[in-house]
């Protein structure tokens, strides 16, 4: 086997997914909180608009990078949401923001450069760095996920490339706020740092918090790559239709590595992302305020177990359970076993989620209340 897969781990996230539907299929109701997914179906109107294309014959091959139309699209939300102006050729159009991540590293690191990441981390950040060839280094949040500006300076060397941010965070749905931004962003100017952006669950927000795009501040949009996509905010994860802002230089480097892979996106997959930014953004709204009413429901039944913050973005809580048991591991099995319960142990996200679980209340509230009722049955047995 290749010596650079072997150095990589499977998706947490995915695989315990993938374990408690096995457990569902040999007749064991499983409840997985463990996958990022919104249980929503994509709005009707953007699915019409693919199936139209779809029998109009638009089933051949695209540009590669995006069709100008969505490309177009994209740039007037750039401008409008992030108050951001990229041109159509600063704009890039891949299968997902993850895909464009990888890309984006490709273009801009060497083997053995660094790259920051913030811990708690997404759990593909870390794999994808190595598949680069590039060396991940891990910056820790304090007890309320909150980045410290000056430890990510005291980590910089002179091989750091590129810090990934990630606001609103999965797995702890915190979000960075404008203050901590110019900070990071006086680093990556002072050291000619590289910023990857991910802001896919900026449409997910709560209360006052509202997501702040880096690239918006002065000297930074030079040497940012603003990622986003579909699947969070339109509930269109299976399409795989994401996007990035970046230098032109960045883009052509993106564009070569995406020819000799994934070539283009399907035409009708694209025209859904069209239809999807030229509409109401109604739907957004709607699941939004659904998923604040399940986050108020799940941090309210989570401090009543665990010692849980309060998410800002996104729809995962973090809550620490070491008044059980320390090894999220240990404990993430118990609840499966016990409760039948799925969730994602915190040692996934980092050695700093150690001690915590992360639950997706990307479900129904029905299944949240089975779920949650379930665990405290279960920790009434439970023995250190």
Not at 301 to 316: Q, T, W
Not at 332 to 352: C, R, Y
Request: one cysteine or more.
């Amino acid at each position: 086997m290749s010596i650079l897969t072997e150095k990589i781990k499977p998706s947490a996230t995915l695989s315990i997914n993938t374990k408690a539907n096995e457990l569902n299929k040999k007749g064991i109701n499983v409840l997985s909180y463990a996958v990022g997914e919104p249980d929503f179906d994509t709005p009707k109107h953007i699915k019409d608009a693919a199936i139209g294309k779809i029998l109009e014959g638009k089933t051949k091959y695209t540009p590669t990078g995006g069709i100008p139309e969505l490309k177009d699209e994209i740039s007037k939300k750039f401008k409008t949401d992030n108050n951001i102006y990229y041109s159509a050729d600063e704009i890039f159009v891949s299968a997902g923001a993850k895909i464009t991540i990888y890309e984006a590293l490709l273009s801009v690191i060497n083997p053995g450069d660094e790259v920051i990441i913030i811990e708690p981390y997404w759990v593909s950040y870390p794999e994808i760095v190595i598949l680069c060839s590039g060396i991940p280094k891990f910056v820790k949040t304090d007890e309320n996920f909150e980045i410290d500006a000056d430890e990510i300076e005291k980590n910089i060397s002179s091989k750091t490339k590129v810090i990934i941010i990630n606001s609103p965070s999965n797995p702890t749905g915190a979000i960075i706020n404008e203050k901590t931004m110019k900070k990071i962003a006086d680093i990556a100017i002072k050291h000619n740092i590289h910023i990857i952006s991910d802001e896919i669950y900026e449409k997910i927000t709560y209360g006052n918090f509202k997501q702040f795009s880096i690239a918006s501040l002065p000297e930074m949009k030079e040497r940012t790559i603003t990622v986003n996509g579909f699947s969070k905010s339109y509930a269109m994860t299976g399409w795989r239709l994401g996007y990035v802002g970046a230098p032109k230089d960045i883009i052509n480097e993106m564009k070569k590595v995406e020819m000799q892979t994934v070539s283009s996106i399907p035409y009708f997959i694209q025209y859904a992302g069209v239809v999807a930014l030229q509409s109401s953004q109604d739907c957004v709204e709607e699941m939004r305020k659904k998923f604040e009413e399940r986050r108020d429901y799940v941090v309210q039944r989570a401090k009543e177990i665990f010692s849980c913050n309060v998410p800002d973005g996104a729809f995962y809580i973090f809550p620490n359970h070491s008044k059980y048991e320390n090894d999220s591991i240990k404990f993430s099995g118990f609840l499966l076993e016990k409760a039948k319960v799925a969730v994602v142990p915190g040692i996934a996200f980092g050695n700093s989620g150690e001690g915590h679980i992360r639950i997706s209340y990307a479900t129904s509230m029905e299944n949240l209340k089975k779920g949650f009722d379930a665990i405290e049955d279960a920790l009434k047995e439970f023995k250190k």
